[in-house]
C-alpha cells in the first residue's frame, strides 16, 4: 500500500517487540501462529500516514529468523506486493501438506488426557482446530468428534450440566455450553501447544453405548489446504 506520509519512521521500539515473537521455520513453529500473533501487535501500533497492510510489509522480516528469513529473501519478490499471497506462500513453505494431514488426524481421532477437564479438553481441542488452515470440517461434525472423544465419565457429566442429552443440543447451543465450562475452568496443567502431538494419549474409550442420535452424520470431506 502506498505511504501518504512525506516521511516516516520505524521506531526501534516497534522493532524491537516484533522480534520478541519472531519465527524460525523449525517444525516445531506455527506459521498460523505467528501470523496471528504478529497481525494482532501490528493491529496495536500506527505511524500516521500508513495504511496497516505497509506497516506489515515494513515489520515483517523483523519477526522472521534463520529459515524463514531465507524464504523471505527469495520469495519476497513473488507476491507482487500482496500480503495475503505472501501469507499463503509463507503458510504452505512452513506447514505443508503432510503436516496439514496430520493435524485432521489429530483432531478426528481427539480424546481426552486423562485426569483433563471438560473444559481443558475442550481448550485444547479448540487450539487443534485453529492450528492450520480451514480443513473444510463442518462444526457439528468437530462438535461430534470431540464429544466422542470425551470419558464415559465426563460425557455424563456433560449431560447433567446441559440437563439432558448433549446430543439434543444444536451446534451453536453445544459450543456456548461448552464454552461457558471454560470460563469456569482453572487450569493446573499446562496446555500443550496446538497443532502438536505431545500430550499422551489415553486408551480409545469405547463409545459405542453413547452413540450420538441428533447430530448430523458424520462426514469427513477432503481438506482444503490454502494456497
Known sequence: KP????????????IAMVREQSFSGFDDENPYH?????????????????????????????SLAERA?????????????????????????????????????EILDFRQDEKESIGAAWARFSKLTHAGPNLSIPDHVLL???????????ALQLDITAGGSFTHKTTA???ALLDRILENTSFTETLPVAGSSSHEEVPLVDSTSRSPTHLEPTTEPSPEPET
Not at 505467528?34 to 500508513?50: D, K, P, W, Y
Not at 531465507?70 to 505443508?96: I, M, S
Not at 461430534?144 to 465426563?154: T, V
Open 3 to 14: 505511504i501518504t506520509a512525506s516521511g516516516f519512521e520505524l521506531r526501534p521500539g516497534f
Open 34 to 62: 505467528h501470523l496471528r500473533e504478529f497481525e494482532q501487535l501490528c493491529s496495536c501500533l500506527s505511524i500516521a500516514g500508513m495504511a496497516q497492510e505497509t506497516l506489515r510489509w515494513k515489520l515483517f522480516p523483523f
Open 69 to 105: 528469513k531465507q524464504w523471505y529473501t527469495h520469495n519476497v519478490g513473488k507476491v507482487n506486493g500482496e500480503w495475503e499471497e505472501l501469507r499463503d506462500r509463507f503458510c504452505l513453505a512452513f506447514f505443508p501438506i503432510s503436516r496439514i494431514a496430520s493435524l485432521r488426524k
Open 144 to 154: 461430534q468428534h470431540f464429544w466422542l472423544g470425551l470419558s464415559k465419565e465426563s
Open 173 to 175: 447451543e453445544g459450543e
